[in-house]
């Protein structure tokens, strides 16, 4: 098992930046990506960017792209998403999922982190 713990989430005033955390313990062994996801109230949950556990690929959603950035730090066993020149429509809960090395399927999700952007 895989456990994941997001945190960094709070208010931010429109052009601002936070920075997210993904903690992950247990069985870090069998992680081979960690990626985030957001969802917004009455939308449904929205790919936002992906990282290689053990190699250097990385991915967005076309939202992002230019403004967010994922990282890892695999001595301490997080993934981080730093997020610039934030928009009222970033606003939601982000979340973050480890896949499976094995499978490629994401097996393991964090609980979520409250992110709200005032304009």
């Known amino acids: 098992q895989v456990q994941l713990v997001e945190s960094g989430g709070g208010l931010v005033q429109a052009g601002g930046s936070l920075r997210l955390s993904c903690a992950a313990s247990?069985?870090?062994?069998?992680?081979?990506?960690m990626d985030w996801f957001r969802q917004a109230p009455g939308q449904e949950r929205e790919f936002v960017a992906a990282i290689r556990w053990l190699g250097p690929d990385t991915s967005y959603g076309d939202p992002v792209k230019g403004r967010f950035t994922i990282s890892r730090d695999n001595a301490n066993n997080t993934a981080y998403l730093q997020m610039n020149s934030l928009k009222p429509e970033d606003t939601a809960v982000y979340f973050c999922?480890?896949?499976?090395?094995?499978?490629?399927?994401?097996?393991?999700w964090g609980q979520g982190t409250q992110v709200t952007v005032s304009s």
């Open positions: 999922a480890a896949t499976d090395t094995i499978t490629k399927k994401y097996t393991h």
């Open positions: 247990g069985r870090t062994g069998t992680v081979y990506s």
